[in-house]
């Protein structure tokens, strides 16, 4: 089991950016695949990205692809969803989540299901 904390939400225009991190213990971070998705008022929770335990494979939503990137740092046990031209519907609490796996390909991580860990959240608001 590892521990997940986000961090880097906030208040930002639309077409501005934000960097969110997400800071693991508890664990051995390399064996994780992790994935950042969000929950929007009203909504289910959705998926945004997930990246492979090395950080050389990657997976997008539709919505957010070319917009925001996915990345790690194995070394300093923390994942991080940089977002360009936020829009206002980009507006959600942002959830990582991690799963100890070594398969990583196709959509197998876009289901919240396959994760068994997860963060408390971040708001992240995009004004119009």
């Known amino acids: 089991q590892v521990q997940l904390v986000e961090s880097g939400g906030g208040l930002v225009q639309a077409e501005g950016s934000l960097r969110l991190s997400c800071a693991a213990s508890?664990?051995?971070?390399?064996?994780?695949?992790m994935g950042w998705f969000r929950q929007a008022p009203g909504k289910e929770r959705e998926f945004v990205a997930a990246?492979?335990?090395?950080?050389?494979?990657?997976d997008y939503a539709d919505a957010v692809k070319g917009r925001f990137t996915i990345s790690r740092d194995n070394a300093k046990n923390t994942v991080y969803l940089q977002m360009n031209s936020l829009k206002p519907e980009d507006t959600a609490v942002y959830y990582c989540?991690?799963?100890?796996?070594?398969?990583?390909?196709?959509?197998?991580?876009?289901?919240?299901?396959?994760?068994?860990?997860w963060g408390q959240g971040t708001q992240v608001t995009v004004s119009s």
């Open positions: 990246i492979s335990r090395g950080g050389d494979r990657t």
């Open positions: 989540a991690a799963k100890s796996y070594i398969f990583f390909g196709g959509s197998y991580f876009r289901t919240e299901d396959r994760y068994d860990d």
């Open positions: 508890g664990g051995t971070f390399s064996r994780y695949v």
